[in-house]
Structures are given as C-alpha cells and as structure tokens.
C-alpha cells in the first residue's frame, strides 16, 4: 500500500508539472524551444533552425521620416522636424519633389496607407542656398547653429530610420552609401534608395557558426545542447560586434561605441571574456581631457543624463578579472574627477541624490509624464542612477586611496546614501521603491517600479537587505519575463514600456539568485532562452505580453547587452562565478555560488582562465546548495578559492536547497490609467478623467479624492497644485501638469529686440538687481532657448552657475536642448533665499569649473527670469 502511494504521488506531481507547462505560451526542451505552431530546433551546438517570423507585417509604415544632413552630423533641424515621404500605391520609380535644407513641407493630415510594394525613390536637394554661403561667406551655419566651412564640407547625406536608412549620427561609420552626388554640376544633388520590404517567411530560417571559438571558455551540457547553441552563439555574436579598431560595436543596427551599453554589457560577463576589447572600448568613452563620456540622454547630456558613472563599474569589473594594476592606475584620474563633478555641481543640496534621469530609459516620452521637460528631468532623481553613483563612489574610495581628503570624507558619504537611497525613493502606495522622484516643482514620487534599479540595489545596496526577497517576489511580471517597469504607461508605445530588456532581465535573474527565488530565477532564464532561441539571435528587447520582437519602436540584432546578458547568466548565474578582491593581502579569490535551475544536471567550464589561472569546472545535481565542491581532487570546505596562477580543476554536486522560502512569481500585467486632463480657468479647475476617481494635490502632499468636475479653488490655497488619477485597483497616475497658484514676478533682462541675451560666445555672464517687498526663500526659474539640438541627441546642453548676493548661493543650472531658437522654455526652479530691498542675481559661465559634454559650444538664449515665493 505505501509502494501505491508513493506512485500515485509521484504521478499527480508529474502531472501537475506538466499542466503548469502546458499554461505557459512555450515549452523549453534540451534541443528546442516551442511556442504554438513555432519551432526553434538545435541541430548541433553549432547549429539552430527556427520558423519563428521575426516580423508578422511586410509592408512599411508611412509617412516614411528622413532629414538631411550635411557632414553626416544631425544638423537640420530638431527632434520632430523631419521631412515625411509618402511613396504613392503601385509606383516603383518614385521621384521626390525637390527639396531644401532647412525647409519643410507642409504637415500631412489623416493617416497614410502602407507601402506594400518594392520602390525606388529618387531623392533632389537644391543646395544652391548653401553652395552660395560657402561662396560668399566661406561657411553655412544650420538651423542647429552648426557651422559648416567650406574647407570642412564633406558631403550631403541622407538619414532617416526605415531600412535601409539609418539615424547616421548614431551610426558614423559606412554612410557613403547615403550621400548625395551633384551629377550633372547643376547644384541639384540626387541619391536614389531602394525600400524593399521585409521578408515575412514562416520557412525555416537557419544558424550556422562560422566563428572560430577556440580563443574562448568552452561551455558544454551532454543533456542540453539547447545551452550549448545559445552560449556558442553569443560567443560569436560577440566577435561579430567587434569593429576594426577593436572597440565593440552596440549591436547590428548600431556602430557607435556607448557608454552604458558596452559598460553594462562588460559588468554582466563581457570583462570575463574580452578584457582588452573593453579597455580599448572604454577607452574611447574618454575625451580628450580624460572625461568620461555621457553619450547619450535627454536635452544634450549630462547632467540631464548622468548615468556615465557605470564606466566605472566597467572598469573595475575588468581589474577584478584581469588584476590589471595598470589598468587601475589608468582609470583612477577619470573614474575619481567624474565622481567630484557630480558630487559638487550635479547633486540636490538637501537629499544629498544625484540628479538626471532613469539608467537607460532615455527616451523621456516613455516613463516621464509628457508635460515635463527636460529642465524637469534634469532635477528629478533616479533610482537605478544614484545606485549606479553609490557603487561607483566605493570603487572611488578604493582607487583614492592615496587622497586624504577623500578616505576621510567618502566613507561616510557612502554609508549615508547607501542609508538615504530606499527612504528616499520608498513609496507606500507602490509598497516598493518609485523608479524617479520629482522634484520641480512639486515633490512627487514616480507611478511604477523599476527593475533595473531594484535589482541593482538588491545587488549593491546594505540598505535593500531586509526587504529584498519581498522586492523580488511581488514584482509584475509576464509569462515572457520582466518588463522594464511596471506598472506600464498607457500614453507610450513599446520600448522602455511595455517591453522586455534581455540585459536587464539577467539583472533580475542575478537578483532572484541572491535572495534565493528560485521560481523568479528560473522564470528569468526561460524568458531568455525563449527570445533567443527563436529569434536566433540575442535581440535588444520585445514585447512584454506577446515577446514580438517587431512590436517595440526600436530594435537590433546581437545587440552587445543582449549578448552580455546571456553569458552573465551562464557564467554568473549558473555556474555562479565571481571575483573577490581581498583589499587586506591584495589578491583575488574565484567565489563560486551555482544555481542549477534546469531539469539538466550536468554542465561543464573548460578553458576559462582568470587572473592567468586556468580554470576547469564540472557541475553535477540541481538546486543551489553545494553538496561537495573538489578542487584538484581536494575537499574543498567554502565557496572561495584564491587565483594564483596555478590550474584549478573543480567539480561540485549541487542538491536542492529545502530552506528557500521566498520562492514565489508574481504573474501580472498592470497598467496605470491616464492622468487627468485638467484646465484651470480663474478659479475654477475642470477635469476630465477615464478612471474611477482623482486625487488632487498641493505642493507634493494629497490634499482630497474627487468624484467629479469641476471644483471651486479656495483663495487660501497656494503653490503648486496637480492631480492624479486613481483605478478601482488603487493604481495611481503620473501626475498632470501642476499649476501654480499665488503671486509672481517676471523680469525681462532686455526691453529692446532681439528680447533676450545670449550667453555663450561673446558674452558669458548675466547679471541683474531687483527689489523684493520681503525676506524669505524664493523659487526662481529663467526663461530661455537652447537651439542647439534636438531633445534626444546632442551634446551642448547649456550650463551656468547661479550666484545670489555675493554668497549665499552657487548651484549649476542648466539650460538643456529646446529643439529650436524659436521655442521658449523654462528651466526647472532653484530655492534662493532673498531679502527685502535690494538682491543681486549674476548667471555665469567663467566661474564654473565644469563644461557640458561638449566641451567647448555652451550657448543658450536667456528671455527672462520668473520669481515667487516658497510656500512651506
């Protein structure tokens, strides 16, 4: 009778697994992945078919957006001024009207029908304007205020982002294919490109290795080879990334060499594997001072992105693989000088957080409220980038340890962020910590979560310990994997939102391993092994509900963090590899914590080799605990093994470890209702609303929930007022816009044409006196226009240091991107305390000791300033 019970129970439990299978959209198997009529198929280790259409629509969205470009550099005009080509049903030889540089036609109304034929078109630029400034005045100077010699002119270019178009400032190299010849010497230069559409096929497409592998750690499972072929095809498609000068590549769509791309992809595993490619590529994230390079973000760059400081957790990564002293002697100058900038120009004076946006999620548009711009971003902090900064300030302290001043002063410093880091960004209504905090104008916490950043503090942050397994297991998630945040924002198309990194889902993965979610770790790595097994390829993002590929705004083969992120898993997650420095005898220790998820319980490491040690390991059993660990046929008692140079042959059993209690997934797809529509007429507010109820709030703090509109303002109500929106589910909204309410002072620093002062090339200071009726603290805030660049790209975000009085304040206040001379914007506010009678203000740009990206255009238009009182 107990022989039957243990069969009956045996069978429900295989029974209950398979039926928990059958729910999921895919089934994983040693040699396959499966999702409905969709097969991924390992052939080899060196070999993968699949039917998987990477793209289910073979026709090509129109208006089709493209710019000019002279020189390659993105320089007609702003974010949202492109041309819009609109290729006619059954044409195939599509002449262009001419064009000009600068001018554009007329908006096209009503939406286009899709272009679903193959075409040539036949693009004409009249640069006659253009060659008659080089001739009369020797130069042209673009929209953008570029300044082109005649001597400088390369060319014109075509860009746009349609294939086989490309954004050419984000891929430098190769564009000759998109310039423009004046054949005929009439100045009507032409270039003619072929849209072909894309080739939807459910046939079998195939992957082959063609890369010698030799050079690199061999990963082999007898029982998957399912692991082999994903490995050995993100060894290679390693390789693929790497360009000429031996720098790495983002992926396929993208040649540049990024900073944060490269840096997270070197953190995951990458430094492990191709130490020297990632010195060389960090290398060129330097410019010419020595100055890490923020290369991408929001309204020009740092500060409004300032996230650059994960270089730093790059290169220490490749010290503790390498053990490379004169690589730590390299990056001690740029890693410590990067860390002073922000810390004295680039931090809020009262919560001690860096400022600028979210790591990564640079397109504002996805995860901010539309209304704010990027002077707004600028003075928010982020929660995945203050724990970016706190971890690089540790490596800082290590690197410095020469400096006095800094040992004295930066251990504390670090303590108390670490501290500050989860009370500050907490938030009770997410009961989890918000991805961003709003701090101009009013202070208010973000309406969803962040996984890169939770999985990051989990990883670097004292102060997360305690409720770590608890941020683990009740973070949203899809049967696909994690979704960038959550939860997800109804005005924004997949990208950031609503879809699925592969790199920040190793984040995830490492995470759940560290507080011991087994179900989280092996739901992450499903979800990576899915994506790239179909896709054959490791692809930068998809969807979070359905994991297309084709359905997010933006995507690329190889991306370089994709890759990064599969090998991390690999040799981070299940093998658990990691490198110890012990700062106390300065050496390195091999510390291994494996974590077999799989059904699989043999895997094997061979020819791995750091810190000159050859390195071999035999991984037997499941689970997460070490059962036996033999190095070079020796017991061996802990998880630590120090790197001497000396080959170490390791074998441990694994068996399943009884004590994980916080094991559990929390499946859902929550998205957070629109936020309210508001309009505010004397003292009257109205409001339109699509969820159940609103919340509306002064100064950062709820003030009532309301049932309808509109409402009677109280004339005792003062500041900054705004409201939310709220489900029946309790999901709150970004917030709406805030009004201000109570008096104000708006002074215009120049009463004759042109209305302003630009401050930048010839004159690079303002300064003004004006009289206030009281003391007290203000808030104040210039008018301006940074025609520099568009929202999105560029590098000449506008800086100033702010002086009250003589003394009483110096703060760093920027001047970001406005797309256009034209268009008039605020900066974000800055608390000043002023006197009664008179109080002088100077805007300088001589005093202060840091430059933008750029280094050398610092150039805005200063309209005017706007002061009001602070309302406590």
Known sequence: MKTLHIILFTALTLLLFQCENDSKPFRIKSDQVREGDYLAKVISPSQMTSNYPMDLDNSIDQPILF?????????????????????????????????????????????KPKLTQNSNVHFRVDLRPILKSFSKAGFYVTPTRDTISVDSFTGLYLAGGTSPLKWLWDNPDNISSFKFEDVDQDSIFELTIHFELPNQTDSERSWTLSRDLSAFPRFTSPQAPLLEALTNMALEEGLMNIREDEAFSAGKEWEGVWTRDLSYAAQLSLAYLYPENMKTSLRMKLNSDGRIIQDTGTGGSWPISSDRHVWTLAAWEIFLATGDKTWLEEIRDPVINALKEDLLWNRDPVSGMLLGETSFEDWREQTYPPWMSSSDIHTSHALSTNIIFKRALEVGLFLARDNDEIIRTWPELITRLDQNILNHFWSESLNAPASYIIASPAWLASSHRDILGESLGILYCNSFSPINAQLVASYPRTEYGSPVISHQLPHSPPYHNKAIWPFVEAYSLLAAKKVGNDDVYKHSFDGLIRAAALFMTHRENYHYTTGRPDQTEINSDRQLWSVGAWLGAIYKGLFGISINYDFDRDGFDLLLEPNNPFQWDEFNLTHLTLHDTPINIHLTGKGSSIKSMLVNDIIHENKSIPLTGDPLDIVIELMENKDHSDASLTLADHQLPEAPRTQLIGDTLYWANGADQALIGLNGQILDTLMSSPIILPDSISGFLFMKSIDSTGAQSLPSKPFYLGPSATLMLNSAAPYYIEVGEENASISMNFSLPSTGNYLLRFIYSNGMGPINTGNTCGLAKLTVNDWWLEQMISFPHTESWNLWQATAWAKAQFQAGENSLILDQETLPVTNMNGEQNLFRVQSVEIIPVFD
């Open 67 to 111: 710019k000019l470009s002279l020189n390659g550099r993105d320089n007609e005009g702003g974010i949202g001024m492109d041309h819009l080509l609109v290729i006619p049903d059954d044409i195939t030889e599509y002449y262009t009207p001419s064009l000009q540089f600068g001018v554009y036609a007329p908006a096209l109304a009503g939406d």
